[in-house]
Every structure is written in structure tokens, then in C-alpha cells.
């Protein structure tokens, strides 16, 4: 089992994590944890708790439940012992695989968000996406010879999205690609269902003060030890801007989930080219700098994130005010900023 180092702050700092007050000495101390190693993005861990050790076992609790998630999701990585996406991957088209059920509760909730997003969302994306990730890699390794994928590669890609080619047969716990051409990629819901799976871990453990940002997908459990809840930034997406967070959110028991333009892209002849793709155009989706949602389940704000930042304002404005529980904040390159009927109710100073 791997050991997390936990180091004791008196003020957040980092990937939108704000605010900080002092507490009596009666009350439960904070600390936060940072880690790289899963998701291959930043975690970053705040809670109370009455000494160090105990705030160690409870870090370690959501580490555990984050690497079991990290090792079924990956698309890139084999390990001893697991079927994971990049089992069932390899497998398209030749016979199904026996996986873990965290991973048919995945693909299940990847299925209804492609029917309740209209196809926005598609787990059965990666044959697209992995030519954009393959330029983008080459890209970032040779800014000079950045290129863009050909369209007539991206089309032949698209000929195997079909998602229902993905068979999953609950009762066998298996999963079978029909199309060998099909692959799954599950970067636009995974890590924030990941993220809400480990949450529960932690409630179940009896943690009823923690907030948890992974790659600025964040999850407060309950309020924070001086009974005020969590504050958290959402990050400036401009770079002429000298002020770190564009706004500030109160949370509670809540996801707090960002797709925008200014994390994971690359340059050709000047010009930014993102990793969000439409699954319409199959280009980089150009509506927003930014999108964020508000929502109680981490999986569903990490789905509906990049789904409604696919859509035109409009589209992702009656979209949003058709689900229940749901807020969203737009960024537009103009630097204006529109918001669902609620989601100024949770803006902070």
C-alpha cells in the first residue's frame, strides 16, 4: 500500500481552493495532502481533524478508492491482474471481458449521459479522440512541425462511435466491443465519478469534513471545522488577467466541476487547439473559454461539464434548466459570464 505524505497549511493556495480562518484549540485542526500520481493530474486533499495521524488515515482512505478507479479507467496502462478500459480496448471486436462492476457502473452511467445529452457526451469517442491526443502529443513535443489531424482521418474515426456497440451484459459482468474499430475513453466522466465514489468511501468511514479537488474536479463533504462552508475558486481563464480565480463559490456537499480551453491544448501556426472535441464537428468546440457545473454527484458534473460546454449557450442554458439539482456558469471569450437561474445564489464575495 502506498503512503501519502500529508503536509499541515494554514492557507490554500492552489487549484482553486480558497479561503482559510482560525479555529479555537478545542476545534479540529486543518491540513491538506497533495499527491501526483493518479489520474495524471493534481489531487489535493483539505480537512479537520484532531492530530495529523488521524487526518494520514483518512487521506489515505480516499487514496486507496482514487488508485482502484485510476487502475480500471486507464486506456494507456495494463496492470497485474486488472481488466480495465484498455483490456476491453484491446479486445474490440473479438470477445467480451470480465471487469470489475465499478467498471459496468461506469459504462452504464457513460450510456445514459449520451441519451440525456443528445450524444454531446460519448464514451465510445476514442477512436477520435486518440488521434487528437496522438497530435497533440506530437504537437507539444515539436511546437515547430505542429500539425492538425486530417478530416479524412477524423471521419474514418468517426464511422466506429457507436455506442451501441458497446455491449455490457450485467449479469456475466462483461463487456464486448462489437465494432473492432470502436474504443472507449471515459476522460470526460471517469475521474469525476472516480471522485464521487471516493467520497462516499470516505463518508462511510465516518469523515464528515474534507474537500477534495482532482484536476479541478472538486467535492466538498459537509462544511468545514469552524462550521462555514468551503469557499473554492474557479480558475481565470484569461491570460491578461492578474487575479488568479475569475470567481468564488460557496460548496457544501456538492461538486464544483471546470472545462475550459486554457488546461490541456497545443499550438498550430499561432493558434490554440484544446482537447474538449465536439462530437459534431469533431474540431475543438469554440462556444466558451470555460464552462462549470454545479451539481450533487461528481460523475454527473464531470459528464455534463463537457457535454454542455459542446453546446451552443442557449442549447446548454434550457438544457440546464431542465435538470434538477443542476447550476452552470458560461465564460465567453468576450469575458462576459452567464449564469443558470441559481448558481449566483452560491457566488461568494
Given at each position: ?121 460519448n464514451i465510445a469517442f476514442g477512436s477520435v479522440l486518440s ?219
Amino acid at each position: 500500500m502506498k503512503r501519502i505524505a500529508v503536509l499541515c497549511m494554514t492557507m490554500i493556495t492552489a487549484v482553486a481552493l480558497t479561503g482559510c480562518s482560525l479555529s479555537p484549540a478545542s476545534q479540529p485542526k486543518r491540513y491538506q495532502a497533495e499527491f501526483l500520481t493518479l489520474f495524471d493530474t493534481a489531487t489535493k486533499i483539505i480537512g479537520y481533524a484532531d492530530s495529523e495521524e488521524i487526518f494520514k488515515e483518512q487521506v489515505q482512505i480516499v487514496y486507496d478508492e482514487l488508485e482502484k478507479y485510476h487502475q480500471l479507467y486507464d486506456i494507456y496502462n495494463d496492470y497485474d491482474g486488472i481488466n480495465n478500459i484498455k483490456t476491453i480496448n484491446d479486445k474490440a471486436g473479438m470477445e467480451p471481458v470480465v471487469v470489475d462492476e465499478k467498471i459496468i457502473d461506469l459504462l452504464l452511467l457513460g450510456k445514459e449521459m449520451y441519451q440525456k445529452t443528445d450524444g454531446k457526451l460519448n464514451i465510445a469517442f476514442g477512436s477520435v479522440l486518440s488521434i487528437w491526443h496522438d497530435y497533440r502529443t506530437d504537437g507539444l513535443d515539436d511546437p515547430e512541425n505542429a500539425k492538425l489531424p486530417p478530416m479524412e482521418k477524423l471521419l474514418e474515426a468517426n464511422k466506429h462511435v457507436d455506442i451501441d456497440k458497446v455491449i455490457i451484459n450485467e449479469e456475466n459482468s462483461t463487456v464486448y466491443l462489437e465494432d473492432a474499430g470502436l474504443s472507449l475513453d471515459v476522460g470526460s466522466i471517469g475521474k469525476g465519478y472516480a471522485v464521487e465514489q471516493a467520497a462516499k468511501a470516505a463518508k462511510e468511514a465516518g469523515i464528515t469534513s474534507m474537500l477534495m479537488s482532482v484536476g479541478g474536479n472538486i467535492r466538498a463533504i459537509g462544511v468545514k471545522g469552524d462550521g462555514e462552508r468551503w469557499k473554492v475558486g474557479i480558475q481565470n481563464p484569461f491570460d491578461d488577467e492578474t487575479e488568479e480565480y475569475l470567481k468564488k463559490v460557496y460548496v457544501e456537499d456538492i461538486s464544483l466541476v471546470t472545462s475550459g480551453d486554457y488546461q490541456r491544448y497545443y499550438e498550430v501556426e499561432g493558434k490554440p487547439y484544446h482537447h474538449i472535441i465536439n462530437t459534431d464537428t469533431l474540431m475543438p468546440a469554440e462556444n466558451f473559454r470555460a464552462v462549470s457545473i454545479l451539481c450533487s454527484d461528481s460523475g454527473v458534473a464531470d459528464a455534463l461539464s463537457t457535454s454542455v460546454y459542446n453546446m451552443t449557450y442557449e442549447e446548454g442554458l434550457s438544457f440546464v434548466e431542465g435538470l434538477e439539482g443542476v447550476e452552470a456558469m458560461w465564460i465567453f471569450d468576450d469575458k462576459t459570464i452567464e449564469y443558470s437561474s441559481g448558481f449566483e445564489k452560491s457566488l461568494a464575495d
